[in-house]
């Protein structure tokens, strides 16, 4: 497929559209890492098949798998999700994944972001991640589609865009030093508005409190549809994620989209401190290069971090009190979807959550 | 994608379509294995990627490749061959793919055979051959087609059909005890006939002389059409091959087909024998378990290991004086089609030909 180096989406009508737009598929990358995923993976395993299984419902899944893991994996998916053998260095689709882009005439091409590994040498997640950085190059050949190379470090879930040229991002990541270094927030800026064919970028300043990822806004904060945003919230105020929130609630309220409408932000309140257990430590291989689990260390537990799928959305739940009431909001946000919602907390263990594990792919 | 046990196509109204009938593309794999392509394969990823560009002018080409491959690959192949990452023990996707099956209503499935290297652990060719057995799942996944489980050991080399219900094979190889102890004649017709939709089977006594492939039917004979095949020759009566040929062309000559035609029978007279260099033996990987090449050992050379593509067709050339008679041949017996050769001495090193290294894929 065509390697196109010297345009743009933007150059070329193409733009990217929101999530809640309709799709052909989702992707999706099979947990394995041990040292990342406790008891040689098995319960991410578990985990991962039964969001494969919700999104499936809905649209077509499919599942990329090193040759290692191939068998294991098509066995225990269910029929109806598609499996293809795929290298990679672990399983977080939606930041080591193209972004599709579609034109008016529905054509579909995709951009392939440089991936460092959420910081590369400095204070990056593991090393190497080569084989990560190859995927959206992998998926170009198989959907048949060509393919722009941005010079940009950028994983997906550091983004959300209405679909209409209106995008969210966090300095804390973008603007991170280890991520483009050579670039200002000019640059930046510049690159995100040609390659995804945006007019308007709004900066938060932090994503949640204790993301590995450097403050992914996929975990705070995503558009429901455009001219409206939902917010990871707390009325804690002695929970460090109070001021995170309420910063980012009042720029969000006071910030107006690409056709110069004030944003609705809805409130989603988060789950109760989730903390490692010393039992959940346990289950890693012990290797130098890894992030340690602590126990006691909290994670950035967020019902934000949800898949919005053709008809439905599967959401992360975490056996907290706060699971209903989250259900119920995003059944009246999302009233003409069906809201199932999935046990998440082995996939926030390995450092995320649905919406980092699951990447779309829009209809054309 | 549907895993089909308790069935096979003759039941569901599918049948081997002949190499002759309209493709959708055509499947490779890259060559990699050391200790079979000289000179770290360097040559004959050159002589691959000479027969992928050559087909792809014709249909489209989708090379398999694993994943320490896949960049190397990506970036010798031409911009119009698709490259997919995939697992493998070697690169005769003929012998290890799958067999397309196709219905009266332009659907596909695919007949997934058992492979066992040419022999298994009695003298098949190279061990383990696991992540050759994979390779029809993973196509059936990728192509999102359905997949019948033979259960018969076969390699697509070992076969030829018209694509109206007669095959022709050998019995050195598919009675071979290395492939199907365990069955009888009639057994292996059984299955044949219930899995390619085949009421008629002709079987010739041996494949080509030294063929380590113990005898595949793709190196001696094939069909041009229905009710006309090609046949390897050579009017050399002290050549070890002449016995062969003849008693080939008795047998043929004197068959009919299912619809009860006398078979048309051309012969394509062989190139002088090609023998090993020293040279061409120093290169290769020096390992126990792979078949050793000898100075001086001749390999089976034929031009009937050809492929037929959608309005062409891509024949192996030796640098040879019979080079320039075959292709004359082939151009009385294809006018239809454009004759392209490609010098494929270092395919043939490796021990097959051009249709050893391809397998269609039928129009749907």
Sequence with gaps: MTLILSRCPADDG???????????????????????????????????????????????????????????????????????????????????????????????????WNFNAWGGLDEGLYFP??????????????????RYKAPLVMEGGSIHVDGEGTLITTEECLLNPNRNPDLSREQIEDHLKRYLNLKKIIWLPRGC??????????????????????????????????????????????????RGRNLKVHKLHQPKPVIISAEECQGVDLVEGSIPRQVGDRLAASYVNFYIANGGLVMPLFGDPQDQPAMDKMRELFPEREIVGVFAREILLG??????????????
Tied chains: 1, 2.
Aim: charged share 30%.
């Design 14 to 112: 193409y733009r990217m559209p929101g999530e809640f737009e309709d799709h052909d598929g989702c992707w999706m990358i099979w947990p394995e890492r041990t040292d990342n995923w406790r008891m040689g993976a098995k319960l991410a395993e578990k985990a991962f098949t039964a969001v494969a299984e919700a999104i499936s419902r809905f649209e077509m899944v499919t599942m990329c798998v090193s040759g290692r893991q191939f068998v294991n994996a098509r066995n225990r998916l269910p029929e109806q999700v598609r499996v293809i053998e795929m290298s990679n260095n672990d399983s977080w689709m939606r930041d080591v994944g193209p972004t599709f882009v579609i034109n008016d005439q529905g054509r579909m091409r995709l951009v392939d």
């Design 129 to 146: 991640w080569d084989q990560d950085d190859l995927i959206p190059r992998k998926i170009a050949e198989i959907t048949g589609v060509d």
């Design 209 to 258: 409190y204790n993301d590995e990822t450097d403050g992914h806004v996929d975990n705070l904060c995503c558009f429901s549809r455009p001219g409206e945003v939902i917010l990871n919230w707390t009325d804690d105020q002695d929970d460090p994620q109070f001021p995170i929130s309420k910063e980012a609630f009042e720029i969000l309220r006071d910030a107006s989209d690409v």
């Design 351 to 364: 450092g995320g959550n649905i919406h980092c594990i699951t990447q779309q792919q829009p209809k054309t």
